[in-house]
């Protein structure tokens, strides 16, 4: 059987950085949402544990977070499982979506599923952080709060299905670089987090925020121009991540196509634009 994987993208509704650690990382506090943009990986199981891997997308298989995942796994459970993968790649690169990291979380809890191993979400986060901060949530998904490094996942009450229009822009930006410009007034709680999690937990979302916004659009003008264009429309604009991408909420499909109507407009033939909608899971594995 060949197994269809829906590798979901992710927004950040709420990004706070606490503190530096000593570890060389900092701890977080981030608000983390799917989205209904998707990479697709369709699996085989081989009998031999060879690892063959095909993408659209071309990046060296030593570097590549679905074959670290999948040796993180191997070297975690010893269990003698092959895979042949083929990876369309549709989650754009370096525009803060997660799309690496949301593959990643896709073959950890494909192998957890397929070979009956039966490790806790816990267990398979402890492997996730090892490859990326983000990795974990994707095991969740929906609507969830990330934080220390990012591996502590507590799930949230999925929120009502925004409408996301998506603006990414043609270039990316390093999240490595972004984190060095922190300064240490930078960091500590800037929100009411109980606040911001009741709220949630009770179906509202009445803002965002995202503690990199400042810092990036001092770096990248474009982006600032972004948000304050889409402020014109709803209140509810926020980069995602270190960027590149930026989006904006609406509850209403016609003010959505309204706003994207103004903004190619008002930025024709910039950037890639992208409808979506908010999911309530970072994984879906379907058999073909």
Not at 103 to 121: E, P, Q, R, V
Not at 168 to 195: A, C, M, Q, V
């Amino acid at each position: 059987m060949v197994y269809k994987i829906y590798s979901y993208a992710k927004i950040t509704l709420f990004l706070d950085v606490i503190s530096k650690r000593t570890d060389g990382y900092h701890n977080v506090k981030i608000i983390l949402q799917n989205i209904d943009l998707y990479d697709l990986l369709f699996i085989k199981t081989l009998k031999s544990p060879y690892f063959i891997l095909k993408s659209n997308y071309d990046i060296p298989l030593q570097k590549n977070l679905i074959y670290k995942a999948y040796s993180k796994f191997i070297e975690k459970t010893k269990y003698p499982i092959g895979l042949e993968i083929f990876h369309y790649k549709k989650i754009p690169i370096g525009g803060g979506l997660g799309g690496g990291s949301s593959n990643a979380g896709s073959i950890l809890y494909f192998l957890n599923f397929i070979t009956k191993f039966g490790l806790s979400k816990e267990d398979l986060s402890q492997l996730a952080i090892q490859l990326g901060s983000d990795v974990p949530f994707f095991l969740y998904g929906g609507t969830a709060l990330a934080e220390e490094k990012g591996e502590k996942i507590t799930k949230l009450k999925n929120l009502p299905s925004y409408f996301v229009l998506l603006i990414l822009p043609n270039f990316s930006i390093s999240t490595k670089e972004i984190y060095g410009e922190i300064k240490e007034r930078d960091l500590g709680e800037h929100l009411d987090w109980k606040n911001v999690i009741s709220n949630i937990n009770n179906q509202k979302l009445t803002g965002t925020f995202n503690l990199f916004e400042d810092i990036v659009f001092r770096k990248y003008r474009i982006i600032k121009d972004i948000k304050e264009f889409l402020l014109l429309f709803t209140p509810l604009v926020s980069l995602s991540g270190t960027g590149s991408s930026i989006y904006a909420l609406f509850d209403d499909l016609t003010q959505l196509k309204k706003a994207r109507e103004k903004f190619i407009e008002k930025f024709p033939n910039s950037f890639k634009i992208k409808t979506c909608k908010f999911v309530n899971r970072g994984i879906y594995i379907k058999g073909v």
